[in-house]
């Protein structure tokens, strides 16, 4: 059991199946001692709760509740998990004007309560979401911070452990850019127990090996694979969502790749996208800048292109509501 020095207090706003997976993760792992469920559904967050409760006596102790945007008011974190679903066949892109607009709501009713702590956005697209959400806020950057490709550097690690039968936890590597079609490898940084996958595996250039190629497709087009078989993805998210909360409220300075507003770095300007960042208790410390290759600098580039031009056209949508 964590012992907290204080009250570490998590709001969730939505409770359909990322939002649930997620409270399922925090009372697994003992992460926080409040929760509060929000969702324009009262009984569904009500039921949630209920559920979460019975399973007490098997977990950490926590408070668990259902609640209204009042609750917002004196949380450490808020992580926002509400919007409309990513259809089959449709890109998390197709989704930006539809959750802006759902999302200029959800933000100004946590706002108006007096919110003070740190957002963070989970609902698709995320890179968008979040720049919306810093516009609608005020806060901070470094206290507005999108999941972004926590998952897909996840599901990167896990397949690279699987091909090369070595445990997941001994295999880094990261996803970049927007957590979607545009994300990329960065083959350039990928190790294996410390030792680089170049010399691990003597590919001499992984874009052009088959294996490589067809493991980093089975990364980018997964949410597609999963959506068409079971409806939606959200294990794998509630349990990044989680491991960022840690990262959080434990103050723990860890590198996570999370959609963060970038001011220069990689020269990139005004645009939430997927990067390395070390993370703390007052949200974003600082983006870590890896060396890049040249193919993956213009890789990033091209991929911040086009969230910037999907940004801009979600801000121009809630600023004609």
Same mark, same amino acid.
């Given at each position: 059991?964590?012992?907290?020095?204080?009250?570490?207090?998590?709001? $969730?706003?939505? @409770?359909?199946? *990322?939002?649930?997976?997620?409270?399922?993760? &925090?009372?697994?792992? %003992?992460?926080?001692? #409040?929760?509060?469920?929000?969702?324009?559904?009262?009984?569904?967050?009500?039921?949630?709760?209920?559920?979460?409760?019975?399973?007490?006596?098997?977990?950490?102790?926590?408070?668990?509740?259902?609640?209204?945007?009042?609750?917002?008011?004196?949380?450490?974190?808020?992580?926002?998990?509400?919007?409309?679903?990513?259809?089959?066949?449709?890109?998390?892109?197709?989704?930006?004007?539809?959750?802006?607009?759902?999302?200029?709501?959800?933000?100004?009713?946590?706002?108006?309560?007096?919110?003070?702590?740190?957002? $963070?956005?989970? @609902?698709?697209? *995320?890179?968008?979401?979040?720049?919306?959400? &810093?516009?609608?806020? %005020?806060?901070?950057? #470094?206290?507005?911070?999108?999941?972004?490709?926590?998952?897909?550097?996840?599901?990167?690690?896990?397949?690279?452990?699987?091909?090369?039968?070595?445990?997941?936890?001994?295999?880094?590597?990261?996803?970049?850019?927007?957590?979607?079609?545009?994300?990329?490898?960065?083959?350039?940084?990928?190790?294996?127990?410390?030792?680089?996958?170049?010399?691990?595996?003597?590919?001499?250039?992984?874009?052009?090996?088959?294996?490589?190629?067809?493991?980093?497709?089975?990364?980018?087009?997964?949410?597609?694979?999963?959506?068409?078989?079971?409806?939606?993805?959200?294990?794998?998210?509630?349990?990044?969502?989680?491991?960022?909360?840690?990262?959080?409220?434990?103050?723990?300075?860890?590198?996570?790749?999370?959609?963060?507003?970038?001011?220069?770095?990689?020269?990139?300007?005004?645009?939430?996208?997927?990067?390395?960042?070390?993370?703390?208790?007052?949200?974003?410390?600082?983006?870590?800048?890896?060396?890049?290759?040249?193919?993956?600098?213009?890789?990033?580039?091209?991929?911040?292109?086009?969230?910037?031009?999907?940004?801009?056209?979600?801000?121009?949508?809630?600023?004609?509501?």
């Amino acid at each position: 059991m964590v012992n907290f020095s204080k009250t570490r207090k998590v709001v $969730v706003i939505g @409770t359909g199946f *990322v939002g649930s997976s997620y409270a399922f993760a &925090l009372l697994n792992q %003992g992460i926080t001692n #409040e929760l509060v469920l929000i969702d324009l559904n009262r009984d569904k967050a009500e039921g949630e709760a209920r559920d979460l409760n019975h399973g007490m006596p098997f977990g950490s102790p926590m408070k668990i509740r259902a609640g209204d945007y009042e609750e917002c008011r004196d949380a450490d974190l808020v992580v926002i998990t509400a919007g409309a679903n990513q259809a089959p066949g449709e890109s998390r892109l197709d989704l930006v004007n539809k959750n802006a607009k759902i999302f200029k709501g959800i933000v100004n009713n946590i706002m108006e309560v007096g919110f003070n702590g740190i957002f $963070v956005v989970a @609902t698709n697209p *995320v890179d968008i979401l979040s720049h919306v959400t &810093l516009e609608v806020s %005020g806060l901070p950057k #470094e206290r507005v911070i999108g999941s972004g490709t926590i998952l897909d550097t996840a599901r990167f690690r896990y397949l690279l452990s699987e091909y090369f039968q070595v445990d997941s936890r001994n295999v880094h590597g990261y996803i970049m850019g927007e957590h979607g079609d545009s994300e990329l490898p960065v083959w350039s940084h990928v190790q294996i127990g410390g030792v680089p996958l170049d010399r691990y595996t003597n590919l001499m250039d992984e874009t052009i090996n088959k294996d490589m190629t067809n493991l980093f497709e089975n990364v980018r087009d997964a949410a597609y694979h999963i959506i068409e078989q079971k409806g939606a993805t959200y294990y794998g998210i509630g349990m990044g969502l989680a491991r960022l909360t840690r990262a959080i409220l434990h103050n723990e300075n860890s590198i996570v790749t999370i959609s963060t507003l970038v001011q220069g770095e990689y020269g990139l300007d005004d645009v939430y996208i997927g990067v390395p960042t070390i993370v703390n208790e007052y949200g974003v410390r600082q983006i870590v800048e890896l060396q890049l290759t040249n193919t993956e600098q213009q890789q990033l580039r091209e991929s911040a292109a086009l969230l910037k031009e999907m940004t801009g056209k979600a801000l121009e949508a809630i600023k004609e509501e």
